[in-house]
C-alpha cells in the first residue's frame, strides 16, 4: 500500500502541474486511474480548467475530500521525484500531491465496501492561484456536503480556521517640483511612508484571539517618482492584509480610509475561516487522528487562505488536514512516507465513524 502511494504521489509529481495543460493532463489521469481501480470519476470542465470528481456509498451524510493538483512553480530538478530516508522529495509532495495520492487510494480501497456514508473526492486545479475555477465552481454548483477535509500541509494537526484576505491599493498625492527646492513641493512618497505609519497603528491591527497573535499587513508593492531631479507628486502603494476571523472587512476598511488623506481602492478579498472546533464532525475527525496516530491532535489557525474558505463560506464545517512533511513552496519539499500511510488510515477509520 504504502509504495503504491509512494509511486502515485511520484507520477503525479513528474506532471509538473505548474501550468494549466500539465494540470489537465494530471485531471485526466487521476479519472483513468480511478477508473482503473474500479471507481468512477468525472471530469468538469471549467473554462479550460479540469476538475475531477467522484463519488463512492449510497446514503448518509458527505465526507468531502478535497485535493489540488496544482503546484507552485520550482526548478527542474524538483519535478524528479525521490526516496531518501523515508522522505518523499519533489515539488508538490507535502503541498499537496501525497495527499491527493493517499485520497485516490481511499477512494480505490472504500469503493467496492458499504460505507455508512457517502465519500466525495474533488481534486481541483487551481488552489495556488485562488480556487476560483476549481473548487469555488464546484461548490457554486451544489457539489456540496456535511464536512470538507482540504489535505493541506498540516503534519497531522487539524486547522479550523484561517485569516481573511483584504488587499487593498492606496494612492497619495502631491505636489512636484524641482528637485533641487523640495521645500516648494509636497514630495508623495513621504506622503505616503506617513499613510503607511498611520495605518500599522490603528487599533484593528493588535487584535488577538486564541488561535492568532495579530492580524497581518504587508507592504507589498510600491509605485513612485518619475526622475531623479523631480518631487514626486504621486505614490500608490499596494498593502496585503490577512484579518482574524470575526473581524469585519468592512470595518476594517472604513478604518482604513479614515487615515488616508487620498484614495483607497480593494484589488481582491478573500473570507475567513471560522470553523467550529467542536462541531461533532471535526471532534470525531480529531479522535480518528489521535487514535491512529497515538497523538495529540491540535486545533489550531493558518496565516495563510486555501480552499476551505469557499465551504466554510456556506457554513459547511473546513478545516485543512494533511500528512507530515516540510518546505512547502520551498526548496527542498519533501513529505513523511510514514505519514501518508497514517493520514490514510485515519480518513479510512474517520469514514467508519458514521
Ligand atoms: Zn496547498
Known amino acids: 500500500m504504502k509504495e503504491s502511494i509512494i509511486s502515485l504521489t511520484r507520477k503525479l509529481i513528474e506532471f509538473r502541474t505548474v ?5 489537465n493532463e494530471a485531471a485526466e489521469y487521476c479519472a483513468e486511474w480511478l477508473a482503473a481501480n474500479g471507481v468512477h470519476a468525472r471530469v468538469i470542465n471549467n473554462e ?4 475531477v470528481v467522484s463519488v463512492i456509498g449510497e446514503e448518509g451524510p458527505t465526507v468531502i475530500l478535497n485535493g489540488h493538483l496544482d503546484v507552485v512553480p520550482a526548478g527542474p530538478d524538483q519535478f524528479i521525484p525521490y526516496v531518501a530516508e523515508g522522505k518523499l522529495y519533489g515539488r508538490g509532495s507535502f503541498d499537496m500531491l501525497g495527499s491527493v495520492a493517499v485520497m485516490m487510494h481511499v477512494m480505490a480501497e472504500l469503493g467496492q465496501e458499504e460505507l455508512p456514508c457517502k465519500v466525495m473526492l474533488a481534486l481541483v486545479p487551481d488552489e495556488e492561484k485562488g480556487g476560483q475555477k476549481g473548487t469555488k465552481y464546484l461548490v457554486e454548483h451544489g457539489l456540496l456536503g456535511d464536512v470538507v477535509i482540504c489535505g493541506e500541509t498540516t503534519n497531522l494537526d487539524i486547522a479550523v480556521q484561517a485569516k481573511g484576505v483584504l488587499q487593498v491599493e492606496i494612492q497619495i498625492e502631491g505636489v512636484s517640483a524641482h528637485g533641487s527646492r523640495p521645500w516648494l513641493g509636497d514630495n508623495a512618497i513621504l506622503n505616503a511612508v506617513e499613510t503607511y505609519k498611520r495605518i500599522e497603528e490603528l487599533p484593528i491591527f493588535s487584535v488577538s484571539t486564541p488561535y492568532f497573535e495579530h492580524p497581518s499587513l504587508n507592504l507589498a508593492r510600491i509605485e513612485a517618482g518619475q526622475a531623479i531631479n523631480q518631487v ?7 498593502l496585503d492584509i490577512r ?3 470575526g473581524q469585519d472587512p468592512a470595518v476594517l476598511l472604513k478604518e482604513i480610509k479614515g487615515v488616508v488623506n487620498g484614495t483607497v481602492r480593494v484589488l481582491s478579498e478573500g473570507e475567513p475561516v471560522q470553523t467550529n472546533p467542536n462541531h461533532p464532525l471535526i471532534k470525531r475527525l480529531q479522535q480518528a487522528a489521535e487514535h491512529i496516530s497515538g497523538r495529540n491532535i491540535q486545533m489550531f489557525g493558518q496565516h495563510g487562505a486555501a480552499d476551505t474558505r469557499f465551504y466554510a463560506a456556506r457554513g459547511i464545517p473546513a478545516v485543512e488536514f494533511g500528512p507530515c512533511g516540510a518546505n512547502h513552496h520551498g526548496k527542498n519539499e519533501y513529505v513523511d512516507t510514514d505519514s501518508l500511510v497514517t493520514f490514510k488510515e485515519i480518513l479510512t477509520d474517520y469514514i467508519f465513524r458514521f
Open 243 to 245: 484579518y482574524l476571523p
Open 19 to 23: 501550468e494549466k495543460e500539465r494540470i
Open 232 to 238: 514626486p507628486d504621486c505614490c500608490i502603494m499596494d
Open 48 to 51: 479550460g480548467l479540469k476538475s
